[in-house]
């Protein structure tokens, strides 16, 4: 079993950036790729961004291509999510999720475990 848990969700203006954290335990070393996925009021769960175990190979949704970027500290089992230039429509809640296969990519069932979420919103 993996345990994840997100934290550094809030409030910010349109603009603005947030860093967002995943930490896991448990059995971390059988996760290859390690995802987030964020859904909004009224729609289905959407993928943001992924990356495999080595941090070699990174994914990212059209919309958020070159404002967010995902990264991985290995030693402290942390997955980030660095948020930059952040637009009223990436108010969502954000979900870490990670997955031991190396076919786990943009659908969100291709994923085991995943954190309980937290609370973005981008306000004008």
């Known amino acids: 079993q993996v345990q994840l848990a997100e934290s550094g969700g809030g409030l910010v203006q349109a603009g603005g950036s947030l860093s967002l954290s995943c930490a896991a335990s448990g059995r971390t070393f059988s996760i290859y790729t390690w995802g987030w996925f964020r859904q909004a009021p009224g729609k289905e769960r959407e993928f943001v961004a992924a990356i495999t175990w080595l941090g070699t190979n990174t994914y990212y949704a059209d919309s958020v291509k070159g404002r967010f970027t995902i990264s991985r500290d290995n030693a402290k089992n942390i997955v980030y999510l660095q948020m930059n230039s952040l637009k009223v429509e990436d108010t969502a809640v954000y979900y870490c999720?990670?997955?031991?296969?190396?076919?786990?990519?943009?659908?969100?069932?291709?994923?085991?475990?995943w954190g309980q979420g937290t609370q973005v919103t981008v306000s004008l």
């Open positions: 999720a990670a997955d031991p296969s190396r076919t786990a990519g943009l659908v969100p069932s291709s994923y085991e475990y």
